[in-house]
Every structure is written in C-alpha cells, then in structure tokens.
C-alpha cells in the first residue's frame, strides 16, 4: 500500500484581510503541487470566530482545497474559533480511513474557561476513550489532527492543554500514532508530536507528511 502524503495547515486567523487570505491561498497551491491528498487544519481558523471569518474559509476551500478534484480534508477549530458559526460551517469530522492511515480529529476547545485561561485547551476523558479505541491497531499509522498539543509549555496553566498526561501516555505505548497540531506557532517536532507555523505570520507554513506502512515520515 503506498503512503498517503498529508498536508498540515494551522493558525490562520483569517479576518478579512487579503494578506491573510493570499498566504492561506499560497500555501493550498504549494500543497497540490508537491502532491498531497488530505489537508489537516488543525485551528485557529478565523481571529474571532464570526459568521463572515468561517464563510471566508470556506470560500477559500470551495475554490483552493475541493472535494470534487480528489482532495480530502481535516477541519478542527481551536480557541480562537469560539462555538457556533464554525461548527455549523465545519463541525468536528469522524475519523478518516485513507488507506494508508487513519486520521483522528480532537476538538481541545475549553468551553468552560475563564477569561484569563481564554488560550488553555482540554482533552477530556470521552477524548481519551475514543483515540484509544481508534489507536489500538499498531499496524495502522494513526495521526490525531488538534489544536493544542500534548507536549509541555511554558505558559501551560493558561494555553496549555488539560488532560495531557493522558495523551501522553497513550502516545508513549504507541509509537504508530503521531499529533500535529498548532498553537504555539512555530515549525517543531517533539518526538510524535508535530507542530506547524501559523499562516497568519508565516512566510512558509506549510508543512508535508507521508504515512503509510513504513511510518510517518516528516518531508
């Protein structure tokens, strides 16, 4: 079976502004052009969450990203993305079967946060029932898509993730499963954790990932 070739999108704030949108455009075309099949945005989708912000994206994926060229896609919101306009437009997807891979899409969205902890994500028990059910099988490479990720962070009481330890856990007993997320915009890798750059402030944010039998391989 030949390994899927997976593009990774996070933090695009869009809020109406062409540069945004363009950078966004930019990096859709870079990504048909090496040749990925499924796109993860992993949050972060719009600046304030509005009506007009979530028809802009998905404007942009009617004409950069469609389903009717052969293109799959992952959509998770983040916290800026608050409730209601984005999942209407984009509610949290089930799991995808590629083939080579399964995808699994994790809403870390808090909803009953402070205002202080406004940026603080959560991966709450019934999160952690399904993504160990979904990654039981160590001969399927699985790759979360989410927004907030398990790796540590500095400022982790108020943008981190709640529940991480449990994340953790699961993916230290199980190296064929893999999380790319975004948040802390910027290009890293933790081990199986993967973080992409923001569009919004990015000159290069997109980043490439084929998976299949041989593993997940960062291009």
Known sequence: MNPVRIAHLTDLHLD???GRRERLRRALSEARGLGAQHLLLTGDLTAFGTEAQCAELAG????DWPARWGLGKTVVAGNHDGWGPIDRLFPTPPPADLGAAVILPVDTRFHRRALA???????GKEALRTIGEVT????????IAMHHGPHGHALGMFEGLVGRKGLGAILDARPHVHVCCGHDHERK????????PAVAHDPRPLRLYDVGPAGFQVR
């Open 16 to 18: 109406g502004s062409p």
């Open 60 to 63: 942009v994926l009617e004409t």
């Open 117 to 123: 902890f406004r940026a603080l994500g959560a991966v």
């Open 136 to 143: 039981r099988d160590p001969r399927r490479p699985v790759v």
């Open 189 to 196: 890798d933790r081990g199986n954790v993967h973080i992409a």
